[in-house]
């Protein structure tokens, strides 16, 4: 991304938490890929250039739309604890950390609802006195 595009986008993003430390942005970037010699040749030398943290949805709609306006690439990141790469941005651009927007929305008999960045065992905390846990164990 151009400097020029990259102080735009921080425009557009104002208040939204950002991080553009390049040794920061290239470790969020990176899940376990390295497990696999062929990804990791693969995917050892691909980073996101801005990591950005919303704290809502509505700031989530602000940074896909700033992304469009300008041209940046968007990955969408959570705990980072993958094996696979799935969430190795490749063409950089920006690095969205959804791992804010972590509530429990509701409990109900055999469901649960939450926002996409919570966390396995806050989920299994929150079933536990329900009587329930997550499927995969």
């Excluded at 490749?90 to 429990?104: C, F, H, M, S």
């Amino acid at each position: 991304m151009s400097p020029d595009t990259l102080g735009r986008l921080l425009a557009d993003l104002d208040d939204i938490p950002t991080i553009t430390d390049a040794r920061i942005v290239r470790r969020r970037s990176r899940d376990f890929f390295w497990y696999s010699p062929i990804l990791n040749e693969l995917l050892s030398d691909k980073s996101a250039e801005i990591l950005v943290s919303p704290r809502n949805e509505a700031e989530i709609i602000r940074i896909a739309a700033a992304c469009t306006r300008h041209r940046v690439p968007l990955t969408v990141r959570a705990g980072g604890t993958g094996n696979y790469g799935q969430a190795v941005p490749l063409r950089g651009g920006v690095l969205l950390d959804i791992t804010a927007l972590d509530r429990i929305e509701w409990v109900r008999p055999g469901a649960i609802r939450v926002a996409a960045g919570a966390k396995l065992n806050l989920i299994d905390a929150e079933l536990a006195p329900h009587g329930f846990e997550l499927r995969m164990h």
